[in-house]
């Protein structure tokens, strides 16, 4: 049986490592948020023995393989997200609890999206340059909109409006992504934040207190990234171009 010219087998099989990634996923949070090594014995002589399963976690990367493979195919794309997706997760659920995205974290990211340029300038050297051209271009844009946020904030309120983790994601980000759709995640971001800011607001009003909660904009970012990566951008510019045509 076939699903998008792909045999049913390779969707099971994506869907069984997106459930183990997924419980691995937990470890990782765990770790980097306290700044310890990953890769360490205590997985084996602490985690494996006391873990309880992670099924939400494990129920949304084994989703997000599958789909992953349902638009991409077996393509080198799919591999790339494939890695990429466990690390944003890490940094949705490590700034969420925590309110940071860990360097090493966000290093690891642009060491991935490196091998992969690396890889394409290989294959194909016109197209590879113009790709990581392209991709280096992403990362200026994607760290330097943020940096620049920041400093105006400093400026004018005394305190950072955006962290500088926020900024490394972005660019880390924009290295993998590409100048376009850096800037797509930029606007995305900045939207869901809107919302639920003012979701926020109303629900402070109603309970009539104070709005004192910091709200972490690394979630946010992560969820951007998800559009880009599940929504075509033609698709996206489109329903963007209704909803301002109507506005």
């Not at 400093?154 to 955006?162: H, T």
Request: include cysteine; aromatic fraction near 10%.
């Amino acid at each position: 049986m076939y699903i998008n010219d792909i045999h049913i087998l390779f969707y099971l099989s994506i869907g069984v490592i997106g459930l183990i990634v997924g419980q691995l996923i937990d470890w990782c949070n765990n770790r980097l948020a306290k700044y310890e090594k990953v890769l360490s014995k205590d997985f084996f002589t602490q985690y494996l023995s006391n873990a309880t399963p992670q099924y939400l976690l494990m129920s949304i990367t084994a989703i997000s393989y599958v789909l992953v493979l349902y638009l991409n195919g077996l393509t080198v794309d799919t591999l790339k997200y494939v890695i990429l997706i466990p690390m944003l997760i890490n940094v949705f659920v490590i700034d969420c609890k925590k309110q940071i995205i860990p360097n090493r974290l966000t290093l690891t990211i642009f060491e991935i999206g490196l091998i992969f340029i690396s890889m394409q300038v290989i294959i194909n050297t016109n197209t590879g340059i113009n790709t990581f051209l392209n991709s280096l271009l992403g990362m200026l844009i994607g760290g330097g909109i943020f940096l620049i946020i920041n400093l105006v904030g400093k400026l004018f309120s005394q305190k950072e409006a955006m962290g500088l983790g926020d900024a490394k994601l972005m660019a880390v980000l924009g290295l993998f992504f590409g100048k376009n759709n850096i800037i797509i995640i930029f606007v995305i971001a900045f939207i869901i934040a809107a919302l639920v800011s003012i979701a926020m607001l109303i629900k402070s009003k109603i309970k009539k207190q104070n709005m004192t909660e910091y709200i972490a904009f690394g979630p946010f970012i992560v969820l951007a990234t998800a559009v880009i990566i599940y929504m075509p951008n033609d698709v996206f510019i489109t329903m963007l171009s209704k909803i301002l045509r109507i506005s």
